[in-house]
T-cell receptor, first 112, second 113 residues
Framework: GESVGLHLPTLSVQEGDNSIINCAYS??????FIWYKQESGKGPQFIID?????DKRQGQRVTVLLNKTVKHLSLQIAATQPGDSAVYFC???????????FGSGTRLSIRP | DAEITQSPRHKITETGRQVTLACHQT?????MFWYRQDLGHGLRLIHY???????NKGEVSDGYSVSRSNTEDLPLTLESAASSQTSVYFC????????????FGEGSRLTVL
């Protein structure tokens, strides 16, 4: 698999605690937002998405919050586990072109 | 199972050579994308295609080209490789423009010496 040793912001969380990863997006016209998880040596994998007409969406152990006023997105992971250790990217879909643009990512590190 | 595959997974080449990275998906997805991933930049969009014979430039398209002659494949070509193009390249696909989720390949690491 492939990965890069990105110099990313790192969030260090105790195993079992909740994690909150934040993202600022750029385009006020974006209509759809996605969180991806990238484990070492692999391509990004879809976690959860949210449309711009919503402000919250919940999945299994994950919740995404959207604040369009300040163009902010957050990913909350409940009861963080060692398997959650990865780089997390937010992405936005520019509605006019439907292309997907990624943020710079956050590395989540889990302390035992 | 349907999948998306990239080849080669690792490539070392010299400045000025032409390089082609292959991407093949078996989901019959209309949309395909190429991204590069570098230190401090995350994933940046190079080119994308919404269907056969359709190609579009992304944020960092200079020095790259793509062609879409069928649904399954979107090869990425570096006409004259430069050291600045040393990176990890990811191909992705989705069903259509209304779909959000992208499905990614495992990546191709390219080193240009």
């Amino acid at each position: 698999g492939e990965s890069v040793g990105l110099h990313l912001p790192t969030l260090s969380v105790q195993e079992g605690d909740n994690s909150i990863i934040n993202c600022a997006y750029s385009n006020s016209a974006s209509d759809y937002f996605i969180w991806y998880k990238q484990e070492s040596g692999k391509g990004p994998q879809f976690i959860i998405d949210i449309r711009s007409n919503m402000d919250k969406r919940q999945g299994q152990r994950v919740t995404v919050l959207l604040n369009k006023t300040v163009k902010h997105l957050s990913l909350q992971i409940a009861a963080t586990q060692p398997g959650d250790s990865a780089v997390y990217f937010c992405a936005e879909r520019y509605s006019s072109a439907s292309k997907i643009i990624f943020g710079s990512g956050t590395r989540l590190s889990i302390r035992p | 199972d349907a999948e998306i595959t990239q080849s080669p997974r690792h490539k070392i080449t010299e400045t000025g050579r032409q390089v082609t990275l292959a991407c093949h998906q078996t989901w019959n997805h209309n949309n395909m994308f190429w991204y590069r991933q570098d230190l401090g930049h995350g994933l940046r969009l190079i080119h994308y295609s919404y269907g056969v014979q359709d190609t579009n430039k992304g944020e960092v398209s200079d020095g790259y080209s793509v062609s879409r002659s069928n649904t399954e494949d979107l090869p990425l070509t570096l006409e004259s490789a430069a050291s600045s193009q040393t990176s990890v390249y990811f191909c992705a696909s989705r069903k259509d423009r209304a779909a959000g989720e992208l499905f990614f390949g495992e990546g191709s690491r390219l080193t240009v010496l």
